[in-house]
């Protein structure tokens, strides 16, 4: 698990712990837990939302770190100017990564799925937040691997990104297509650009 720090922002929202987490074997018990979650009531209810106060995120779909953390620091952007377009900061994540502005669409593609393996897990909250504890939090609630983020490199799959983010036709895209290194740069590029202008872009 890997820890960020952003001091520019509220106390609140200001340390991000982000893990990857391969070998998953209970993403459907995960998705249901989530949903259940969201509509408990009760003590049991809070309970069982911040067990999962998370955000669950599909790592095929994740280009590099600086993808996803550019998703991340502009869900806590929004957050700290109160224009989340979803209901809570870890959603917006999910939101930030959609070439779309379609929610449903964002959190079915880029939220966990039944069959997902390989989970991204963020935790975005205060400086009271312990790495330790929070690494352990999310270890009780996925059932799999976790291992350095150097391994996404192994996990994106560039077919989908592509695919989702309309770039088979691009012009960069196609004329870099012989030289496999080149052309995964210029899609990262590309996909961490549209995240980090999707705020403006409305």
Do not use: C
Not at 28 to 35: D, H, M, V
Not at 50 to 75: G, P, Y
Not at 175 to 180: I, N, P, R, T, V
């Amino acid at each position: 698990m890997e820890s960020l720090h952003y001091p520019q922002f509220d106390p609140e929202h200001s340390h991000v712990h982000v893990a990857l987490f391969r070998g998953v074997t209970n993403a459907a018990a995960l998705k249901s837990r989530i949903i259940a979650a969201s509509t408990a009531e009760g003590e049991f209810g809070e309970k069982e939302r911040e067990a999962v106060n998370f955000a669950f995120i599909d790592a095929r779909l994740i280009t590099s770190k600086l993808h996803l953390e550019t998703a991340t620091f502009q869900a806590i952007l929004a957050e700290s100017q109160g224009g989340l377009r979803t209901r809570t900061v870890h959603s917006e994540i999910l939101y930030n990564l959609n070439p779309t502005h379609n929610i449903t669409e964002a959190i079915r593609r880029y939220g966990v799925s039944e069959n997902n393996t390989d989970v991204l897990v963020v935790r975005i909250g205060s400086q009271d937040l312990v790495p330790s504890v929070v690494e352990e939090r999310m270890k009780e609630v996925v059932s799999g691997n976790l291992v350095p983020l150097s391994e996404l490199q192994d996990v994106t799959d560039w077919s989908s990104v592509k695919k989702y983010y309309k770039l088979n036709n691009d012009p960069a895209v196609k004329e870099a297509s012989k030289d496999l290194k080149k052309e995964r740069v210029i899609v990262d590029n590309i996909v961490v650009s549209s995240v980090a202008m999707k705020s403006v872009m409305q």
